[in-house]
């Protein structure tokens, strides 16, 4: 079973940047498709990015294009997320998952969820 661990989160000004990464336990992920998603209280799982198996897919949510970026690195079995201009909306849980390859946008085509890595910008 893989387990997915988010790491990369902490506090950051309003404009600042951070990168995030979600490396597996106990397997490789380097052939899985993998994807991210955040979470703030109240509010439902939303969809940001996700990333094919070969790294040559990505999908990205409306919202995050231009600012997000999902890369990963196969000697390190790592996927990231770097955040750009960073702004206090994006104040969340951040957690990766596998993504089965089916509709990138939605939260059900994912498993082994990460414990989430949070997130918050001062403004």
């Known amino acids: 079973q893989v387990q997915l661990r988010e790491s990369g989160g902490g506090l950051v000004q309003a404009g600042g940047s951070l990168r995030l990464s979600c490396a597996p336990s106990?397997?490789?992920?380097?052939?899985?498709?993998m994807g991210w998603f955040r979470q703030s209280p109240g509010k439902e799982r939303e969809f940001l990015a996700a990333i094919g198996g070969t790294g040559e897919t990505t999908f990205y949510a409306d919202s995050v294009k231009g600012r997000f970026t999902i890369s990963r690195d196969y000697a390190k079995n790592t996927v990231y997320l770097q955040i750009n201009s960073l702004k206090p909306e994006d104040t969340a849980v951040y957690y990766c998952a596998r993504w089965s390859g089916g509709d990138a946008y939605s939260s059900r085509e994912y498993t082994n969820w990460g414990q989430g890595t949070q997130v918050t910008v001062s403004s």
């Open positions: 106990g397997r490789t992920v380097t052939r899985y498709a």
